[in-house]
């Protein structure tokens, strides 16, 4: 019997030791099986930015098309509105320069050779200096043509910087018509399958939220540009005209200089 006992006791242990060893070989195993399933599942769940973009439907095309105008209308005025294009300062000191010794005529044909939004202004508005007219130089002959090459020039410029806010107002507009359309499929899923298929339901919710979410996208940073170029412009244009009158200024206060000089002092008796 104390035989028996013994024996079983070591036949006992033998196989706690053994079914502990298949545990601990086989741990490795399945914890690599429990991370593969994990890796899988997290991959399965991860999208890519594409992903989503298609996720919104055929409202994302639009809304594409937007944005590149966006970028392109950023890039173009971001040429064109430059201080080299507008007032350029070496344009400007000769100018300047000239017209501070009254040579109108040099200071025209500077401005002649010079495709810079400021030459073309002086280009046009010094031919009306009046030097007859000794008090003004005609300056307001002066300052009606600048005023009449601004509204000829100026449209052209500001009609490109429209457009942002045309964009700015037209990606929520296309962003909340496909936020209908999505809205109108999950409800027609929700009809069709009473609740029992939540995956097309998911998909149809999230093509709504996703043509929103990019319409606003799209129109935030249109709207930011349109007010950033617009400001940028009109900063440029009253600088050329700032220089417009600082030419005249000049060119009057060296003619009134000379007036001056030129008179004989009171009171100084002939002899």
Not at 206 to 231: D, S, Y
Request: hydrophobic share 50%; glycine share 8%.
């Amino acid at each position: 019997m104390l035989k028996n006992y013994s024996f079983n006791r070591s036949h006992l242990a033998w196989m706690t030791f053994g079914i502990l060893a298949v545990a601990v070989t086989s741990m490795p195993d399945v914890f690599a099986q429990e991370a593969a399933a994990a890796a899988a599942a997290d991959s399965a769940q991860t999208k890519t930015l594409w992903d989503n973009i298609m996720e919104g439907g055929w409202a994302m095309w639009p809304l594409g098309l937007l944005s590149v105008g966006f970028i392109t209308l950023t890039v173009y005025n971001a040429m064109q509105l430059t201080a080299k294009k507008f007032v350029p300062p070496e344009l400007k000191a000769s100018v300047l320069d000239k017209m501070a010794e009254v040579r109108v005529r040099s200071a025209i044909e500077a401005s002649a050779d010079s495709a810079s939004y400021l030459g073309r202004m002086l280009a046009t508005a010094l031919p009306n200096v009046d030097a007859t007219d000794t008090e003004g130089l005609g300056k307001d002959k002066v300052d009606d043509a600048v005023a009449d090459f601004t509204v000829r020039e100026n449209p052209s410029y500001m009609s490109w910087i429209g457009y942002f806010s045309v964009i700015a107002q037209a990606a929520p507009m296309v962003g909340l018509l496909g936020t209908v359309s999505g809205m109108i499929k999950a409800f027609a899923t929700l009809g069709v399958s009473g609740g029992s298929d939540p995956g097309k339901m998911a998909s149809a919710i999230g093509e709504a939220l996703m043509t929103t979410a990019t319409g606003l996208v799209v129109a935030l940073p249109c709207l930011f540009a349109f007010f950033f170029f617009k400001n940028k412009f009109n900063s440029l244009v009253a600088d050329a005209h700032q220089t417009v009158d600082d030419a005249m200024g000049l060119a009057m206060a060296t003619v009134h200089g000379d007036q001056q000089l030129a008179k004989v002092p009171e009171g100084i008796a002939e002899g």
